[in-house]
């Protein structure tokens, strides 16, 4: 099960080669990762065999508790043996990542079906 916290944030879904998608705000922070892990579980549980995509176009800031959630979800969905991936990420995504010591992950979705 994904972690629970508060917050409200609006995303929205789409198709993109076949994968779910799911555009991430301009700010995934405790604030409204509540509503975004929400957002995931009605993605995965409409279907996402194909894979989860999230759009990051939007996104500059991820703090510990947006990383931790997509930790948690790219950990339910590898069990599933679905595929996750970033859409889009940049430089400032990266360093959220590599300063929390998750460089490895952050590159392993991005590089995911590119």
Not at 42 to 70: R, Y
Not at 75 to 89: H, I, S, W
Request: aromatic fraction near 6%.
């Amino acid at each position: 099960m994904l972690p629970a916290c508060a917050g409200v944030a609006k995303s929205l879904f789409g198709i993109l080669m076949g994968y779910k998608e799911v555009s991430l705000p301009a700010e995934v922070t405790i604030e409204n990762i509540e509503a975004l892990h929400a957002e995931v579980k009605t993605a995965i549980s409409e279907g996402c065999k194909d894979g989860l995509c999230f759009n990051t176009s939007l996104t500059e800031i991820v703090t510990a508790p947006g990383v931790q959630l997509l930790l948690c979800v790219d950990k339910t969905l590898k069990m599933q043996g679905v595929p996750m991936r970033l859409k889009n990420a940049n430089e400032m995504l990266n360093q959220s990542f590599r300063q929390l010591g998750f460089a490895e992950q952050f590159q392993e979705w991005i590089e995911t079906h590119a």
